[in-house]
């Protein structure tokens, strides 16, 4: 079975600084993996996603996360924290062939002004 | 061009009675799949239909079924509800098979009181 671990439910970043949120997987397949973005009230936007190929994936709004097979993990990192960013953020991995995500239970981003 | 169309936004209902969620997908999806949420967690995997099939299924009781109908739209039934089924009820649709893009609604929110 298939499951995602996310170290720190609650996030705070000052404005500007790097934004890393962690995220480990446990895949017995080689994994799909996934980050998303949720706003207060709304549903997920994909930020990024990495299925093949090179290892660091670059998505929206300037994220980034890096496959880490060695150490199992997917970690996203932003170099500079805007207002904008706060949010709550989850990370999800697929197996190959199987479409059903199984989520983490998600980091909540707060930016300091 | 409308994404994933979810209806109603929210909904409050006593335990016992029944409920229907309503999911128009992403204009040329023909694949969607249902997640419940529930507060401060990330979302889990219902069941996912294709050619109005149910495809794959997730750890939850017979109480929850689905539909698909012909123009790709889905229905999920909750019956007897339960306090626990209170939660953010999530519709996800992908088109081409093996994409993995997925694109979310902003989901039904149900109170189960």
């Known amino acids: 079975a298939q499951s995602v671990t996310q170290l720190g439910s609650h996030v705070s970043v000052s404005e500007g600084a790097l934004v890393l949120l962690r995220c480990n997987y446990s895949?017995?397949?080689?994994?799909?993996l996934f980050w998303y973005v949720q706003y207060p009230n709304q549903g997920l936007q994909l930020l990024l996603k990495?299925?093949?190929?090179?290892?660091l994936v670059k998505g929206i709004n300037g994220f980034e996360a890096e496959f880490k097979k060695s150490e199992t993990s997917f970690h996203l990192t932003k170099p500079s924290a805007h207002m904008s960013d706060a949010a709550e953020y989850f990370c999800?991995?697929?197996?190959?062939?199987?479409?059903?995500?199984?989520f983490g239970t998600g980091t909540r981003l707060t930016i300091i002004p | 061009d409308a994404g994933v169309t979810q209806s109603p936004t929210h909904l409050i209902k006593t335990r016992g009675q029944q409920v229907t969620l309503r999911c128009s997908p992403k204009?040329?999806?023909?694949?969607v799949s249902w997640y419940q949420q529930a507060l401060g967690q990330g979302p889990q995997f219902i069941f996912q239909?294709?050619?109005?099939?149910?495809?794959q299924r997730g750890n939850f009781p017979d109480r929850f079924s689905g539909h698909q109908f012909p123009n790709y739209s889905s229905e999920l039934n909750v019956n007897a509800l339960l306090l626990g089924d209170s939660a953010l009820y999530l519709c996800?649709?992908?088109?081409?098979?093996?994409?993995?893009?997925?694109?979310f609604g902003s989901g039904t929110r149900l109170t189960v009181v």
């Open positions: 999800a991995v697929s197996e190959q062939g199987n479409e059903k995500l199984t």
């Open positions: 895949s017995s397949v080689p994994p799909y």
């Open positions: 990495y299925t093949t190929g090179a290892t």
């Open positions: 204009s040329g999806h023909d694949t």
């Open positions: 239909y294709y050619e109005e099939e149910e495809r």
């Open positions: 996800a649709s992908m088109g081409q098979p093996g994409s993995y893009g997925y694109t």
